[in-house]
């Protein structure tokens, strides 16, 4: 049986640790699984996203950005995820269609719904199964960014109230989509967020 399976939050929660643990562990119990992110190793995505990050790309309107990481999404679903799910995988992607909801329809102010709109014509119906948002202060998790060195990219860049902005859209959608997505504080150690994203899948795995 397939499963997808979506992670979200802002920048630094630890999101990237945690798949990379939760991969692990369901490799562990001899699970078929999968673990991306868009772009995905898609030349196509990859290339729309360099546009979408380049630091130098400070003109670009709103909706050309909202557009963009749409077509990315549609190009690494075809090309990476949909084929594994096809085959049976469970898939672990690093962000996706909830991204573009809270940072573009509601922090960029575009609006959720008019995101969802064009983010539906781009996912043909692959809503994820489940999402697990990590949901943490964007203050300690900036900071977290600064003290690990990680590259600084043009959405780092904006300011705290942005960041703020983008818990406030995650916290809608929970609002929105209550079965779907569930939440973890962020505000405690990598190993007991990794050991409740595994207690969520598990329990999952177990609904069929
Ligand atoms: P990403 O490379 O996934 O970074 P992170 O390590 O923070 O997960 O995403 C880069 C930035 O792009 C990040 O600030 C979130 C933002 N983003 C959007 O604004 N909309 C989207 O649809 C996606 C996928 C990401």
New binding site residues.
């Given amino acids: 049986m397939s499963l997808f399976i979506t992670f979200e939050g802002g920048?630094g929660t630890g999101?990237?640790t945690v798949i990379n643990n939760l991969y692990n562990y369901l490799i562990s119990l001899g699970y078929d699984v999968i673990k991306t992110?868009?772009p995905g190793g898609s030349k196509i995505s990859e290339s729309i996203r360099g546009i979408i990050?380049d630091r130098n790309n400070t003109i670009m309107d709103y909706k050309t950005e909202a557009l963009m990481?749409a077509a990315s999404?549609r190009q690494h679903l075809i090309e990476v995820i949909i084929p594994a799910l096809k085959k049976n995988k469970i898939v672990i992607c690093?962000?996706?269609i909830d991204?573009?909801l809270a940072?573009?329809g509601y922090a960029r102010g575009l609006g959720i719904e008019q995101v969802k709109t064009i983010n539906e014509y781009a996912i043909s119906g692959y809503w994820p199964d489940l999402t697990i948002y990590i949901d943490l202060d964007p203050n300690i998790g900036i900071n977290r960014i600064k003290n690990n060195n990680r590259d600084v990219?043009r959405?780092?860049e904006e300011t705290i109230s942005f960041h703020e902005k983008v818990r406030e859209g995650y916290i809608k959608l929970i609002d929105l989509y209550p079965n779907r997505i569930k939440k973890i504080d962020g505000n405690v150690s990598l190993d007991i967020l990794t050991q409740i994203a595994k207690e969520i899948v598990v329990n999952k795995l177990k609904e069929g």
Avoid: A, I, M
Wanted: hydrophobic share 10%.
């Fill in positions: 920048e999101k990237t992110r868009e990050l990481y999404r690093d962000r996706y991204s573009s940072y573009q990219d959405l780092d």
